[in-house]
């Protein structure tokens, strides 16, 4: 009795920890339960290359910071021979490559895969610095000064400031002082940067930001300046080249402030260049990365953290519980014969290869050559360890030539004969024969058929999608299973072909106790 | 409401009825045993794994069987390798009538039946000749493993012919007819008799299409009989009715089973006993996993039975007190009184 209440209990904690913590995958770390949502997500690479000159060799590169509408999902370096730092300059993060010795072509790499999110707001103290009215050498000065006075006339506050200013630029027949200032831009003065100082010289709190328009398939795209306004609560962003204002649609902003992007000692034709795709990622993928960052210790001891070709393994590895559980199912409560326990799930597992209809073809010839071919061997006096392998060799052979055949008539379908397991395939040929021999042929067809329909059905629930992805999202579903499998090895009831077995039985006792009642 | 849940169920009973089909709570009241409750409840219970090697394989029974002073028939050789069959010649030579089995075989599998010889020629039970390369054939598979679970290497033993008892000569077509008693904890609970049809080719498996007869406890007289898990009243093929059937050497038969349980400990056993015309009732062999046929062949359902023998107080009765205890309580006389309970 306790140990009835034990195992009750231990099927109970199963039962419930693989529902909970599917559940709170679900609801907690947001992964989809059915069906396959897709998300967009970018990944920006940055190449830097430059050439080194034979000596100690070390580039830093500015890194993208968390910013509002944009979340980060996973950066990753790339460098042979390179140790890598992160570096904190000034409230602007830094990777430091660095190596004793170069020569030749560096090629370093910085990847980023981000998610356009819009809504959220990472909480980074993001006040202007101090700044210091810079003054222009004249002519310049005064041209400036009589903009400053022009621009302030026609605007209210810092935002439309610097709207109406970077407009004075960009008419298409800008205003003398305006016209005079673009002199100072062909002497080789960069147009953002006159821009910055001019709206310093009006005292708004403005910088030079770089960015990126996340554009898919894009290689060896330029970074793009833009300016920055603070309007006394945030940051505004300004395009230099139209004065329009607000953050453009897909801009990923990479540097914040005037400093150089990239730093090179040792090297030189430094440049670095930017190639962006977008890949559509089903979501399951983007709620891993994010629990991942959040440090869900749930997927740091996941499936989720081994390599992908294992991950894949995997995929198939975790769908066998489920024709576990058909065949059990079959087995206790429904009594269906089968030949060999299990071997429905791995003829189930090769159907997955083959699909439903050439599968079971396939695997029905396969047998039947098999059985006739058996028949002939049976008529010899053979060792059954060697006519086993004569049977195994002869699958082989039958194999091979059911695929040539096939395609030399085009039928490609019959090419995936090579994913039925041929060992068991020559076992169930053999215990098949064995059974025609002993019980006579109707046995075969009832335990063949058995077989079969167990197999189909098997197949029919592991090719199910939403079945394949609740077991490979949720391997926690695995321990309800256990505990499901654990309740049926309890079960004592009847089966239900014996419903059909005992009927004769009760009918009999039912007659027994109408004699007696009548008596 | 209540008007379709009443057309509903009465739908369903008629269905049910229509295609034969029992509900649970029937089987359930007629105290029918199901597979799933005699391997969780009884076989896994009461048999404990270590003891099953020793009725898995028939030689070790049979030894242990002689040395318990149990009779069993004789054994006349014993081909252990596949390189003794070269002396199964000599062996066979001198015998007129064997039977050949393999010692781990199981439900009936693998068993050669020779009744006479024909010059150099060997005469199954069917009357189906043999040559003495198809012999060594059989030999070898057994020795192979082909009838033994998972394929493990077997033993092929040889033993003497049991010679019928002809008083059951008009109830089998050929073969011999054996007799199945279920012995839990000790006490024979239910028997029956198995005979040979010309559809089980000779052999006593009712799996093959045997004739199960259902056995008074008390008396060794037939209560009703089935093939195929349905009744019938005649044999099919020597046309003789069940109904007058009796198995002498009654209570030796009960006390033979009833010790096969102090020389196994095994709490749940399938034993099967033959009738020599010479040596009376012998140990054919013993099964750890006995099926549910035996309930159709009574006619009734073997838990009652097995649950009054859990209620016992005391269990390690003396043979003789555990065979009177059954022949009391599992009489027919008696039974009616147990299905109520």
Redesign the interface.
Known sequence: MKGRFQLGLMVAVLIVAGLGLTLYKHFALGFPLLGKDISTVWSVEAWVSFKAQGEAAQASLTLPDQQSDVRILDESFASPGYGINQTNDGGQRRAVWSTRKADGRQDLFYKVKLRLEPGISPSVNDQPEPFIAPVLPEPYQTAATSLLNQVTDRSADPVSFAGTMINQFNAKEPDQNANMLLGMVEEGVRLPDLLVNLLHMGNIPARIVRGLHLEDGRRRQPIVDMIEVYDGTQWQLFDPKTGKAGNPDAFFLWQRGAKSLLDVMGGVNSDVKFSIISQNVPTRELALTQATQDGAALIDFSIYSLPLEVQNAFKIILLIPIGVLTVLFMRIVVGLRTSGTFMPVLIAMAFLQTQLIPGLVIFISLVSIGLWIRSFLSQQNMLLVARLGAVIIVVILIMAAMSILSWKLGITQALTVTFFPMIILAWTIERMSILWEEEGPKDVFKEGGGSLLVATMSYLLMSNPIVEQLTFNFPELMLTLLGIVLLLGQYTGYRLLELKRFYPLVHSVDSVHSVHSEK | MGWFVGWLNSFVQNTLTK??????S???E?G?L????RN??YISRYNPRRLLPLVDDKLTTKRMAEKAGVDVPKLIGVIEY?SDIRKLKGILEPLEKFVIKPAKGSGG?GILVITGRDSDRYVKASGESLSF?AI??DV??I?????SLG?KSDIAVIESLIVADPIFKDYSFEGVPDIRVIVFRGFPVMAMMRLATRKSDGKANL??GAVGVGLDIATGNSL?S?QH???VSTHPDTGHNFSTLNVPHWHKILSLSAACYEMTNLGYLGVDLVLDKNLGPLILELNARPGLAI??AN???IKPRLQLIESLRKHDLPIEERVAFSQQHFGVATL?TLQRT
Not at chain 2, 34 to 37: C, G, I, K, R, V
């Open positions: 295609n034969s089909i029992a509900t649970p029937r089987l359930k007629s029918i199901s597979m799933n409750s969780l409840n596949q599998k390369n060594s054939r070898s598979n020795l192979g493993g082909l009838y394929g799996h093959q009703r089935v898990d349905l009744p309930q159709i006619g009734q359902g009616s």
